[in-house]
C-alpha cells in the first residue's frame, strides 16, 4: 500500500532524449510536487499543484513540463535532457501545507 | 544568505549521547516548520513538526523561536539507528506551498 508511488524508480538515458516520470499518491492529498535532489544532497522545490492548479513554478527550465491530470496524479516530462539534469527527482503530496509532506522514494536519473 | 541554514556536520557521538541540532532561516513569513531524517539513498521522512510552544516525541523535542527565527532539535538516548541527515524545513505563507529544506545535518551515532 504505497502512498506516494513515482515511476520508474532508476532512468539512465542519453543527452538530448524526452522522458517522463510518473507519481501517484493515494492519501487523497490535495498537494503535489516535485523536487530535484542533486549531487550535493541538497533538495530543491520545483512545482507545486493543488488542487490540479500549479501554484509553484521555481526557476526551472522549461524543459521541464509538469503535467496532473487529477489530484492523485502529477507527471514531470522531461525534453531535450541535458547532462546537468542528472540528479534524484522526489514527488511528494500534502493536504495543505500545515502537516508536512509525504515523499515517494524517488527517481534516480543518469544523463549519459 | 541562505533561505534555511544548518550546520552540515557530521556530528559523531555514541550511543546513549544526546545531540542538538539548530537551524535558522531567513524570512519572518515563514509559518511551518519540520524536520525531516533522510537516510541514505532513501527519501526525506517526517520526523516532526514544530511549534512555538515546542514539541516531545518520544527521545525528540523541537523548538521554534520565532523573534530569532530559530529552530532546534534535541535528541536524547542516541541509538545508532537515529544516524541518517537531518533536514530543517520551513513551508511559507498562505498564497503559496512552498517549502525550503535546509541542506541537512549529517549524524552518525556510534557503537
Known amino acids: 500500500d504505497t502512498a506516494v508511488s513515482q515511476t520508474p524508480k532508476y532512468l539512465v538515458t542519453q543527452m538530448g532524449n524526452d522522458k517522463s516520470i510518473k507519481c501517484e499518491q493515494n492519501?487523497?492529498?490535495?498537494?503535489m510536487y516535485w523536487y530535484k535532489q542533486d549531487s550535493k544532497k541538497f533538495l530543491k522545490i520545483m512545482f507545486s499543484?493543488?488542487?490540479?492548479?500549479?501554484?509553484i513554478n521555481e526557476t526551472v527550465p522549461n524543459r521541464f513540463s509538469p503535467k496532473s491530470p487529477d489530484k492523485a496524479h502529477l507527471n514531470l516530462h522531461i525534453n531535450s535532457l541535458e547532462l546537468g539534469d542528472s540528479a534524484v527527482y522526489f514527488c511528494?503530496?500534502?493536504?495543505?501545507?500545515?502537516?508536512?509532506?509525504?515523499f515517494g522514494s524517488g527517481t534516480r536519473l543518469t544523463v549519459v | 544568505r541562505k533561505e534555511v541554514e544548518q550546520d552540515p556536520g557530521p556530528f559523531n557521538v555514541p550511543e546513549g549521547a544526546t545531540v542538538a541540532f539548530n537551524c535558522t532561516y531567513s524570512?519572518?513569513?515563514?509559518?511551518?516548520f519540520f524536520w525531516y531524517r533522510q537516510d541514505c539513498r532513501k527519501e526525506p521522512k517526517l520526523l516532526m513538526s514544530?511549534?512555538?510552544s515546542g514539541n516531545e516525541d518520544g527521545r525528540f523535542t523541537a523548538q521554534l523561536n520565532r523573534a530569532s527565527q530559530y529552530i532546534s532539535l534535541l535528541i536524547r538516548d542516541s541509538k545508532l539507528s537515529d544516524s541518517a541527515t537531518y533536514l530543517c524545513?520551513?513551508?511559507?505563507?498562505?498564497?503559496?506551498?512552498?517549502?525550503?529544506f535546509g541542506a541537512g545535518t549529517r549524524l552518525f551515532v556510534k557503537a
Open positions: 511528494a503530496s500534502s493536504q495543505g501545507q500545515v502537516l508536512g509532506n509525504t
Open positions: 492519501l487523497g492529498h490535495d498537494t
Open positions: 499543484y493543488n488542487n490540479k492548479e500549479l501554484i
Open positions: 524570512n519572518s513569513a515563514s509559518q511551518s
Open positions: 514544530v511549534y512555538s
Open positions: 524545513v520551513v513551508s511559507l505563507g498562505t498564497g503559496g506551498f512552498k517549502t525550503i
